[in-house]
C-alpha cells in the first residue's frame, strides 16, 4: 500500500511539473520575443496618468520624477493625496523642485470643482528637450475630499480624479505609487491601443530586492506564480494600466468604482462585459527593489490572493483545489520521505524522493528562466539589476521551500477572509460590490501598511 502511494505521489508531481512547464513555457515565450512597441508622436492619444497617495513610499520621490519625464507627447499627470498632511505632499513638492524647467504644477484642494488654489506648490515650465515636442506637462495634486465608505480610499481617489478629466483625454493611464518607471513606458503601454480591439493594456512587476530578506525572496517565488496566472488569465495589474476613456465612461466604471475594494478587478470585467481584449505588454515588467520580511510577504500574498477570490468568484474553487493538491502533495511526500528513510522502507523513499526531486528542479528551473527573461527586459528598459548569482540565489531553495507553507496558509485565508487591513485601513469585503470601510487607521510605514485579519 505504501508503495502504490510512493508511485502515485512520483506520478501526480511528475504530471504538476508537467503542466508547469506548459503553463510557463506559454509565458516564457512572450517574454523572450518582446519588442517594445514605439509609435510616432502624431499616432498617440492624449492621455492623463492617474496617481493615488497615501504617505511616503521609500521610492516615490525618484518615481514622480520618473513620470514627469515621459517622452511623451501630450500627456497630463493627475494626483490625489490621501489629507492634507499626508506626508506624501511633500514629497510630490520636493519632487516638482527638483525637477526644475521640468513640470508645471497645479494644485486643487477645492471639492469636485477641482478648483485650482496656491498650496505652496512652485510651477515652472517644461523643457521640451528632455521630454519632447508637446510642450508643458502639468501635474495637478488634490487633497481627497469625499471618503466614500463603500470603497477603499485608492478607489474614492480614482473617482475623484475622473471628475477632474475633460473628455479631451482619450486615454486613462493608472500608476502605482513605487513604479519605476523609464523614458518610454508611457509610449509602450499606449502603443497598442491602436488597435480598436484593445480596450486596455497593463504591464507587470518582477521583484528584485536589494537586500534579499528571506521575507523579500518568498515574496519573489510567489510573485512569479502570480505573473504567469496573470498573462494566461489576462488578470490586469493596476499600477501600470491603460484604458480608454471611452471604455471607463461608457462602462459606468466610475460607479462601480465607488463600490468596490481594487481597481484593475471591476476593469478587466468592464472589458469582458463590451468584449473588448485586454493586453498584456511584456516590455513593461517593472523593477521593485523594496525588501520585505515574512510576515508582510505573507500579508500580502493574502491581500493580492483575496482580491483574485473577489473579482474571479467563477474560477475560484477550482484553482483553490488545484493549488492545495499541487502543494499539499509536495509538503506531504517530503515528509514521507524522512519518515520512509527512518522506517527502512528504502525503495518507497525512493518513489517518493524521485517525485519530489522531479517537481523540485522544474519549479526550479522555470522561475530562474523566468527571472532571468524579466532581468532582460528590464535592463532594455536601460535599468540596472543585480546579477542572478549571488548571496541571494544561495537562499532561493529554502525561499522555494518555505513559499510552499506560506502559499498554503495564504490561499486558505483568503477564501474565507472577510476583513483586511491596507495601508492602515481595515475594510471588510464581502463580494466585488460589497464594500465597507470600517477603520481609517492611520498612515504607517510601508512595510506595516499590509496587515490583514480574519
Known sequence: MLLQTAMFAFWALTGFAAGNTVC????????FRHRATVSADEDLPRVAVLLCLRGADPSLAGGLRRLMHQRYPDFEIFIAIDSDTDPAWEI??????????????TSALGGESGSQVSCGVSSVSRSSDALGPSGACIVHASTLRDRLKTCSLKCSSLVQLLDQIDDSFEVLVLADSDLESHPTWLRELVAPLADPRIGATFGNRWFVPTIGWMGSLVRQVCNAIGVVTMHLKQIPWGGSLAIRASVVKESGLRETLTRSI?????????????????RFVPSLMMANREDCDLRFAHSFLTRQLKWTRTYMSAGWPAMLVYTLAVLCTYLVTLVLVVVCLFQGFNTEAYWFAAGAMVYSV????????LDFAARRIIRAQGESVPGMFGMQFLKIPAAMLLSVVIHISAIIRATFLRRVVWRGVTYEV??????RMLDEGTIQ????TSNVSL
Open 24 to 31: 510557463t513555457a506559454l509565458t516564457l515565450f512572450v517574454l
Open 92 to 105: 510630490v513638492n520636493q519632487a516638482n523642485d527638483g525637477s526644475s524647467h521640468t513640470a508645471s504644477l
Open 262 to 278: 481594487v481597481d484593475d478587478g471591476p476593469i478587466r470585467v468592464a472589458l469582458k462585459k463590451r468584449r473588448l481584449k485586454l
Open 362 to 369: 522544474t519549479v526550479m528551473v522555470l522561475w530562474l528562466l
Open 430 to 435: 464581502r463580494g466585488p460590490s460589497d464594500v
Open 445 to 448: 510605514s510601508p512595510l506595516d
